[in-house]
């Protein structure tokens, strides 16, 4: 980037797609703070970042608690830089059937997307209206769309997306974007751990998703990096608003 180095967050950034976002936007030269629950499971990304060549920063946080958020965005302005791109990916899956999904299970769930999404954003976006630039991509998914035994998880992925829409209009007289990606089917840890959930071989799992996807295969978590860097990017300043499902296919 000609630009001066800017400050990159990713929410969830230890594994899966959050880890696979955080290389990209290090690779694209952004200075990038990888940002999960347990600090410490965070350094293999940013081992690999340095090793690459880039600069990042391993933050221990709950998005969920706000006096965790704010001691979070405030050490990575201080160490990397003022923040202006945010990937809010933190999530975790609560799945049940209604009738079997306790409160606590839909309260987690909307806490981490939700809550999470909002306290961060909200203690991110000071330092975009400053720079007056600013690149935020929420992580929803198909599930907003509804999916038997996510009432919760379809809920709040549903909501990322209203949330996303409300920003873009609040924020882009501040030189301020908000995107969402809506991942298909992605081979992540999290998807393995639901084929275990239901009993079922994972690599059968991918095989049935696959025949059902139009291009023929399931997505890697590059594939959600690579639009959320585009996104992220100088050249996607006229993009707002919108919500990209990343899924093989068109998804309605």
């Given at each position: 980037?000609?630009?001066?180095?800017?400050?990159?967050?990713?929410?969830?950034?230890?594994?899966?797609?959050?880890?696979?976002?955080?290389?990209?936007?290090?690779?694209?030269?952004?200075?990038?703070?990888?940002?999960?629950?347990?600090?410490?499971?965070?350094v293999a990304?940013?081992?690999?970042?340095?090793?690459?060549?880039?600069s990042?920063?391993?933050?221990?946080?709950?998005?969920?608690?706000?006096?965790?958020?704010?001691?979070?965005?405030?050490?990575?302005?201080?160490?990397l830089?003022?923040?202006?791109?945010?990937?809010?990916?933190?999530?975790?899956?609560?799945?049940?059937?209604?009738?079997k999904?306790?409160?606590?299970?839909?309260?987690?769930?909307?806490?981490?997307?939700?809550?999470?999404s909002?306290l961060?954003?909200?203690?991110?976006?000071?330092y975009?209206?400053d720079?007056?630039?600013?690149?935020?991509?929420?992580?929803?998914?198909?599930?907003?769309?509804?999916?038997r035994?996510?009432?919760?998880?379809?809920?709040?992925?549903?909501?990322?997306?209203?949330?996303?829409?409300?920003?873009?209009?609040?924020?882009?007289?501040?030189?301020?974007?908000?995107?969402?990606?809506?991942?298909?089917?992605?081979?992540?840890?999290?998807?393995?751990?639901?084929?275990?959930?239901?009993?079922?071989?994972?690599?059968?799992?991918?095989?049935?998703?696959?025949?059902?996807?139009?291009?023929?295969?399931?997505?890697?978590?590059?594939?959600?990096?690579?639009?959320?860097?585009?996104?992220?990017?100088?050249?996607?300043?006229?993009v707002?608003?919108?919500?990209?499902?990343?899924?093989?296919g068109p998804?309605?």
């Amino acid at each position: 980037m000609t630009q001066e180095r800017r400050t990159a967050i990713v929410t969830g950034g230890a594994r899966g797609i959050g880890a696979a976002v955080a290389k990209k936007l290090a690779a694209d030269g952004y200075a990038v703070a990888v940002v999960d629950l347990d600090e410490s499971a965070c350094v293999a990304t940013v081992d690999a970042i340095e090793a690459a060549g880039g600069s990042a920063l391993a933050v221990g946080a709950n998005v969920a608690d706000e006096a965790s958020v704010a001691d979070a965005v405030e050490r990575v302005a201080t160490e990397l830089g003022a923040p202006t791109v945010l990937i809010n990916n933190a999530g975790i899956t609560r799945d049940n059937l209604l009738f079997k999904m306790s409160v606590e299970d839909w309260d987690s769930v909307m806490s981490v997307h939700l809550r999470g999404s909002f306290l961060m954003t909200r203690a991110v976006q000071k330092y975009m209206v400053d720079a007056k630039f600013g690149r935020i991509v929420n992580l929803s998914s198909v599930s907003a769309l509804g999916n038997r035994g996510q009432a919760n998880y379809s809920a709040a992925k549903a909501g990322m997306q209203g949330f996303t829409k409300t920003l873009a209009i609040e924020l882009g007289r501040y030189g301020v974007t908000a995107n969402a990606i809506a991942p298909g089917f992605i081979e992540t840890e999290m998807t393995a751990a639901t084929a275990a959930r239901v009993g079922v071989d994972f690599e059968d799992m991918k095989k049935a998703a696959a025949a059902e996807i139009p291009v023929g295969r399931v997505g890697q978590p590059e594939d959600i990096a690579n639009t959320a860097s585009f996104l992220a990017s100088e050249g996607a300043g006229f993009v707002s608003g919108q919500v990209v499902y990343v899924a093989g296919g068109p998804r309605d």
